[in-house]
């Protein structure tokens, strides 16, 4: 990461808020929490994003931070046999739009996170493309080797 300075100030009052902290307690992939998982896709996306220019990286990394903010344990047989992958977009979207008053641009970017999951709701913005690629190349490294 070339700016770390830049990241963090965009980041640090979600990573800091108590809203944002009850994400340690879901597990997303294995032993990584929806928390750790988050982040990782912060990070990922902002170094992506750092050398393209033009992009909204303030935008990129609040939305890669909220993208997974659902805010319950997935992994319950209620859930698992819901939904989840559809709904957990708009779900978190809804989340990030009451407790941090994301910008339309934002809720989109969350919104759009599980394409082509979500087929009809492709990103609509470069820095959804990037957030989408980063949570699946995320995903995967959790999945295979973080268990
Ligand atoms: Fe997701
Ligand atoms: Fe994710």
Not at 66 to 76: A, P, R, S, T
Request: charged share 20%; with cysteine.
């Amino acid at each position: 990461m070339k700016d770390p300075v830049l990241f963090d100030r965009f980041a640090q009052d979600i990573l800091e808020s108590a809203v944002f902290a009850q994400c340690r307690c879901f597990m997303q992939h294995g032993r990584i929490s929806v928390y750790a998982h988050s982040l990782s896709v912060a990070q990922m996306s902002f170094r992506l994003a750092e050398g393209i220019p033009g992009l909204d990286l303030r935008s990129l990394v609040r939305a890669a931070l909220l993208h997974d903010f659902f805010l319950y344990d997935w992994h319950v047989p209620e859930k698992m046999w819901s939904l989840h992958g559809w709904t957990h977009p708009v779900t978190a979207a809804e989340n990030a739009r009451t407790y941090f008053q994301v910008s339309d641009k934002e809720y989109s970017l969350i919104r759009t996170h599980m394409w082509p999951y979500t087929l009809l709701h492709p990103p609509v913005y470069r820095e959804g493309w990037i957030i989408c690629a980063a949570d699946k190349a995320c995903s995967a490294i959790e999945t295979l080797f973080r268990r």
